[in-house]
């Protein structure tokens, strides 16, 4: 079978065709991205009108060969709201929520879920397996449920209650550990290599960055093709951020839109803020966090493995990191729910939290188009 798109390994630059079920780039261990033969021309932009609220819509931009159909559970075309009381009482000219909970499963992660189970049930692949701080393991639960095949999920102890429940009401096999995502790596890879299942693992794999890239594109859509000033986004792994810088840089090469891209602002919990740390040190690789401790479990993530590609997407864009503690991470949420209603999970919090910091250091300035992501439902994080 021949694919219209390629592997390019994101450190070394090797290529390879798209075939199987690639994982890794096999001489240095570094993620792969997807690279297309060819961008869809402006016109397709008129086509999207008659298609219906999806990620899917943008299947012009993703991995997806013409007979295949997506595992889908309609991800994707999640509203991006104006938040003007908040703005008002803060000082922002023109802010935006993209309210990332209103995904099935409940958060972004869908996304790219969705991406990486179509591409490896395509393949043949039968058996999944994802470490998770919460989130990717719900979504990989429902997809593969959605799709016929087995997951099991590897998570941290300290997962909230009411996500481990929706893990398992999906049909996972869920296995809990002392320790945080880094160790549910390990023993996710140890699981794949024993029984064959594909890991899923956040860049382990090139797919669910496709996925992620939807946000990207929706955006510029929903902001009818032009970018905003600054995102500001909560990271953990990474995917959302490196996924979004790929959209732009796409959508810019194929001329759907013009101009600069937004500065990328990453932020991260006080408690674990390893890409902040290196961001700071002029470093282009993170220093593993010793003692990874937030309310914020998707932002517990103590190494990425996507820290080089994070790294430049935030320097390239001319933009920046910040940390929050937990405390005004969570009084941001408090203040998403109270304000402009919206179920803002702990993540959710940090990035408006991280936008408030940025514009109180003038990083961000009163006049710009500033979009915050909330990547979750509040309603997981209660018991
Ligand atoms: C709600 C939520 N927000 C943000 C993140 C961080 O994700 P990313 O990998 O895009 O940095 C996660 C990851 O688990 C999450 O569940």
Redesign the pocket.
């Known amino acids: 079978m021949t694919f219209p798109w390629s592997l390019e390994c994101s450190a070394c630059g090797q290529t390879r065709d798209a075939d199987g079920l690639p994982g890794v780039c096999e001489r240095c261990g570094q993620p792969y991205l997807v690279r297309y033969a060819t961008w869809p021309s402006p016109q397709v932009k008129g086509v999207l009108r008659e298609r219906r609220r999806s990620m899917w819509r943008y299947r012009e931009w993703l991995p997806l060969l013409p007979p295949e159909e997506p595992v889908s559970l309609g991800e994707g075309g999640t509203p991006l709201l104006r938040v003007d009381r908040l703005a008002a009482m803060h000082g922002f000219a023109r802010l935006w929520v993209k309210e990332e909970g209103m995904n099935p499963t409940g ?3 869908a996304r790219g879920l969705s991406a990486a189970v179509t591409r490896a049930a395509a393949a043949g692949a039968t058996r999944f397996v994802v470490p ?5 393991g719900i979504a990989l639960a429902a997809y593969a449920a959605r799709a016929g095949v087995r997951a099991r999920v590897y998570a941290p102890q300290t997962t909230p209650a009411t996500i481990l429940a929706q893990i398992r009401s999906f049909g996972a096999e869920l296995l809990l550990l002392d320790g945080h995502i880094g160790d549910c790596g390990k023993a996710a890879r140890q699981f794949a290599a024993e029984s064959g299942a594909v890991d899923v693992s ?1 860049l382990r794999e090139p797919f669910r960055i496709e996925g ?1 890239k939807t946000l990207g594109l929706e955006l510029a859509e929903q902001l009818a093709w032009t970018l905003p000033d600054a995102i500001v ?9 490196i996924g979004m810088w790929k959209a732009f840089h796409e959508l810019a090469a194929a001329g759907w839109v013009r101009g600069g891209g937004p500065r990328f602002y990453a932020v991260q919990s006080s408690g674990c803020a390893p890409v902040v740390q290196a961001f700071v040190a002029g470093a282009d690789r993170c220093t593993t966090w010793p003692d990874p401790r937030t309310v ?4 517990r ?1 103590p190494g ?1 493995f996507g820290d080089r590609l994070m790294l430049r997407a935030l320097r390239e864009s001319g933009g920046g990191a910040v940390a929050v503690p937990d405390e005004a991470l969570s009084a941001a949420a408090r203040e998403l729910q109270t304000v402009e209603g919206i179920d803002a ?1 702990p ?2 919090g940090a990035a408006w939290a991280g936008a408030l910091e940025l514009k109180r250091t003038g990083a961000i300035r009163p006049e710009e188009r500033v979009v915050v992501f909330n ?2 439902a509040g309603w997981l994080y209660r018991a």
């Open positions: 958060s972004f992660k998770t701080a919460g989130n990717a956040t992620k986004y909560p990271t953990g792994g990474g995917t959302g951020l914020a479990a998707g932002l993530v990425p999970a993540e959710g990547t979750g």
